[in-house]
């Protein structure tokens, strides 16, 4: 589901605790949280996991998440937000590594890479529609916000300023689709049983091919230019996401 093009300082409501300076005890009682949650995400998805579920795996009341969190919904996105600051990190060092990391192709290659090694990356883009389950149709879900907020588009006139994408192609257009596909990765386990559809690894490869010969102009891109693009993105991003919640970014940089 991630795609590189999101915002990953996407706008959270932040709630009680989220946001402010915590104290120790604090940080450790959220860590649990959402270490809890995560585990029950994975293994039940959205619609399957209560707030009394991630208590009792926790350890901790029902009561004490609502210290940190209004709802479950914000909980999510939270834990949503976070792990996809720190797979962007994984994501970006296979970038920089990769001498065509800055192409249309080298970004979904290299997201394929470093989803290889996030477990909840993993769950989100190869389950049957289970992990989203009703979030995705919430009138204000992270991904509508995306949506409206243009923030695609905004990197295809990025990415074609610099050359790494045809620029006699229409921005609002091209970002469309993109979001058509992106919206497709998530939500097609919804109508197709997972038996049916081919891995997710050679989905994202084939779609890397397919973008590459769609977008990239004939003399191949400036890799170099296009990773420029995405440092900006991503340190912008960063930043944003790192003020919005209080956290020290060293703390993103690990899996």
Known sequence: MFDPNYNIGQTVKLSNIIGEKMNDKQKLRQTAILSAAKILFIKFGYDKTSVADIAKQAGISKGAIYLHFNSKDELFETLLTTQMAKFSYVWMAYVEADPKGGTMAGIYINMLHAMHKDSFITAMMSQDGQFFGSYLYKPNSLFKQQYQQNTRQEFVKMMQQVGCVRKELDPFTTAHIMNIISHGLVSIGQVMDKAA?????????????????????????????????????FKSSIDDFTNKYGIDPNDLKTT
């Open 197 to 233: 559809a081919p891995p997710i690894e050679d989905t994202i490869a084939t779609l890397a091919d397919i973008m590459d010969r769609a977008l990239t102009p004939d003399d191949g891109g400036n890799s170099e230019a296009g990773k420029q693009v995405l440092r900006q993105i």
